[in-house]
């Protein structure tokens, strides 16, 4: 009966870990990834990716799995001209298992503001991105404009 209850004493414990205690926990983790892209570790930022991460980048072609992902960041990597995205904001919500996270960014960048969103799931007590969107943002009052430089054919290399 004791055991049962020390038992029931841990559990109650563990499932109290506060929503506060995990969005830092999260923050920190989302950091650390940005943070290994602009020091160029390959390992660090592709260790926090899950196999099944998906990247969404800019580019209305760039749908990479990780593997693809990998294979076309490894030379910028290797050469250390990566990026560095500095987040500014970041918001969070949590599955009610408190399982599968899932947030939105804004950042700072070579590209000027940008928005990132991500998801990260917990399997076997580890974090794992799975899905990452950057989007370049563009002002309501601009569009035309940028529609306009959309519909212009892009100069082949």
């Known amino acids: 009966m004791k055991q049962f209850f020390l038992l029931m004493s841990l559990l109650l414990l563990l499932s109290s870990i506060s929503p506060l205690d995990l969005t830092n926990k999260l923050n920190t983790q989302i950091d650390n990834w940005h943070i290994s892209a602009s020091k160029a570790d390959f390992e660090y930022y592709f260790g926090a990716m899950d196999t099944s991460f998906v990247f969404l980048g800019t580019a209305p072609g760039e749908r990479w799995t990780k593997s693809e992902f990998a294979a076309f960041c490894k030379p910028y990597f290797d050469s250390g001209r990566t990026w560095d995205f500095k987040p500014s904001s970041r918001k969070w919500a949590f599955s009610k298992n408190k399982k599968i996270a899932w947030f ?29 969107n950057l989007t370049v943002l563009i002002e309501n009052e601009k569009i035309d404009k940028f529609i306009e430089l959309r519909d212009e054919p892009v100069p082949e290399k």
């Open 104 to 132: 939105d960014e804004k950042l700072n960048t070579w590209m000027r503001g940008c928005r990132g969103s991500g998801v990260l799931v917990k399997t076997k007590g580890k974090w794992s991105l799975v899905y990452y």
